[in-house]
């Protein structure tokens, strides 16, 4: 049966977006060869929303945004939207070295990650 998920981030600069990923977030990793390097990524959940098009999108979770936010400007991160509350959590958006950007959100509604 399935027991994992692997998520891929396409970027312009992956060498600098692997290093964020190693040196600023702390995620430990392996080598898979030649320095493509793989973390390994905290407890995560899947939700499926409708939509007109097909896409997908990646958040980080936190438990305390605000906290979370304030360690990653720290480290010069730069901090891509507005922190918003919705119903469902408070998010807000981070820029990759590369260029990419990945969503950041603390939940406000109950998790499925420790299931």
Not at 7 to 13: E, K, L, M
Not at 14 to 21: I, K, T
Not at 35 to 62: D, N, T
Request: with cysteine.
């Amino acid at each position: 049966m399935i027991n994992g998920a692997h998520v891929i981030i396409y970027s312009r600069d992956a060498e600098a977006d692997r290093d964020f990923f190693r040196d600023v977030l702390g995620y430990p990793h392996v080598d898979a060869g030649h320095g493509w390097l793989i973390f390994k990524l905290p407890p995560a959940e899947v939700a499926v929303h409708p939509a007109e098009a097909e896409s997908h999108e990646l958040f980080l979770m936190c438990d305390d945004l605000e906290q979370t936010v304030a360690e990653l400007t720290a480290s010069g991160v730069e901090i891509v939207k507005p922190v918003q509350e919705e119903r469902w959590g408070i998010l807000t958006s981070i820029r990759l070295p590369g260029g990419g950007e990945v969503g950041l959100y603390q939940p406000l509604h109950e998790t499925a990650y420790d299931l």
